[in-house]
């Protein structure tokens, strides 16, 4: 590591370490930025099939959607509630917007890009956005329409790893708050990370499970 000289006292010279910026001097944050594409690829892929689904719908009525597997299982059976157009419009137009985020901000910092704090603060805010409507979408699917779509599920499954990524890296990195406790507590949780993934996960498979207890079987069968 450098030294800087920062002055001096009686004839003798002084040298500190330079003080490092998270934001500004931290690596490459190369792990994070291969979540974002990953996630937010398939998460785009899933919800852009849903589309493509629901516009061939509209073109044929006769047309069978890939996604309608049974009647449990099923995104058309979907497609016709308020829930599936929160906003006045499908919900998957959301997701083939707002996921082209997290990819352009993947490969950005694979190029060595550098964001400042507010920047930081918008993108960590619209994502736990997009959990939130995630969980507000699990919840209704499974509680009040009783069907799954598993175009839905992907982009699910997709935006949970994400969320919990960005959150803990963001802690850790310093790139929200100038906090040593925050960032000792990202830093000590961030090689774990995996844990809350699975399991937010592992209560949304339970969930469904409970609610659906014949859904292997007609899986299966």
């Known amino acids: 590591m450098a030294f800087t000289c920062r002055g001096h006292n009686r004839g003798v010279t002084v040298f500190t370490a330079p003080v490092l910026h998270p934001t500004t001097d931290a690596r490459r944050p190369l792990g994070l930025a291969l979540v974002l594409i990953v996630t937010g690829a398939v998460g785009w892929y899933g919800a852009m ?3 493509i689904e629901r516009v061939r719908s509209l073109l044929d009525p006769e047309y069978v959607l890939n996604c309608d597997v049974n009647p449990l299982v099923s995104c058309g059976n979907i497609m016709g509630t ?6 006045g419009f499908p919900n998957p137009l959301l997701g083939v917007a707002g996921l082209v985020a997290p990819i352009a ?3 950005a ?11 930081w603060w918008s993108f960590v805010i619209g994502v736990t956005g997009a959990f939130i409507f995630v969980l507000w979408l699990v919840d ?3 509680f009040q329409i009783g069907v799954l779509c598993p175009w839905c599920m992907l982009v699910w499954v997709m935006v949970i790893p994400m969320f919990w990524v960005l959150l803990t890296w963001s802690l850790a990195a310093g790139v929200l708050v100038d906090s040593a406790r925050a960032q000792r507590f990202g830093a000590m949780m961030l090689p774990f990370v995996w844990v809350p993934i699975l399991a937010t996960i592992v209560v949304i498979a339970a969930l469904i499970v409970v609610q659906f207890p014949t859904l292997i079987s007609v899986l299966l069968g």
């Open 82 to 87: 308020w829930q599936a157009s929160l906003l």
């Open 49 to 51: 099939s849903l589309i």
């Open 105 to 107: 901000v993947g490969v």
């Open 140 to 142: 209704q699917a499974v």
């Open 109 to 119: 910092l694979l190029a060595g890009a550098r964001f400042a704090r507010w920047f």
